[in-house]
């Protein structure tokens, strides 16, 4: 069955610092799709990324960054110079075969000025 | 940039009320979804819905639950008769064929 675990259910970091959010994945499908997904206080869902199982490129999006690693099925998420507008609940999700899209069940991020 | 929008942004009613939910999807999506957050936890899947039809629906999606595209734009959720536990975020989400999903702002459903 597909899963996705967050161990981390809440961070606090001070402004400026770097913070990594983990994702653990479980999918016996060899075609699969992840994803990041930011909720900020106001609740909406924002998508961040999407990489699929093929593509074990790091990615960088200015101070994020992203790291697929299929060995350890992982796709962690690193912000750069944390910024206080970077606080938010996180979401990894997966895709796989013909099963809906699953979520883990977040990380709080909390950068404190 | 085109958005999905969702209406209303906050629904109160009573148990046992009828409601519906509201999404305009993205115009040249073709998938289209409904998830549910419970406050304080996951996002959780309710259905999936392509060419109008029901292509897919987790065990949360009852009786009590339907959805159609009655205009061919609107996208809805229907509750027949609310429980105080379908009180939830609930999201709109829809796609092209790229594998990105993209999310509604939310509806904050009520049910006292």
């Known amino acids: 069955a597909q899963k996705v675990t967050q161990a981390q259910t809440e961070i606090s970091v001070v402004e400026k610092e770097d913070v990594t959010l983990d994702c653990v994945y479980e999918?016996?499908?060899?075609?699969?799709?992840l994803f990041w997904y930011k909720q900020p206080p106001s609740g909406e869902l924002v998508f961040l990324i999407r990489?699929?199982?093929?593509?074990?490129q790091n990615e960088i999006s200015g101070r994020y960054s992203w790291n697929f690693q299929k060995s350890t099925s992982s796709f962690n998420f690193t912000i750069t110079a944390s910024q206080v507008v970077d606080s938010a609940v996180y979401f990894c999700?997966?895709?796989?075969?013909?099963?809906?899209?699953?979520f883990g069940k977040g990380t709080r991020l909390s950068v404190i000025a | 940039e085109p958005e999905v929008t969702q209406t209303p942004s906050h629904q109160v009613t009573q148990m046992g009320q009828e409601v519906i939910l509201r999404c305009v999807p993205i115009?040249?999506?073709?998938?289209f979804y409904w998830y549910r957050q419970i406050l304080g936890q996951k996002v959780e899947f309710l259905v999936s819905?392509?060419?109008?039809?029901?292509?897919?629906k987790s065990e949360i999606f009852d009786d009590q639950f339907s959805v159609e595209r009655p205009d061919g734009s609107n996208f809805t959720l229907k509750i027949r008769s609310t429980k105080l536990e379908d009180s939830a975020m609930y999201f709109c989400?829809?796609?092209?064929?790229?594998?990105?999903?993209?999310f509604g702002p939310g509806t904050r459903l009520t049910v006292t």
């Open positions: 999700a997966l895709l796989s075969g013909n099963t809906p899209l699953v």
């Open positions: 999918t016996r499908d060899t075609t699969y799709y």
């Open positions: 990489r699929n199982s093929f593509d074990e």
């Open positions: 115009s040249n999506h073709l998938y």
């Open positions: 819905f392509y060419n109008n039809e029901i292509s897919e």
């Open positions: 989400a829809t796609e092209h064929e790229t594998y990105e999903q993209y």
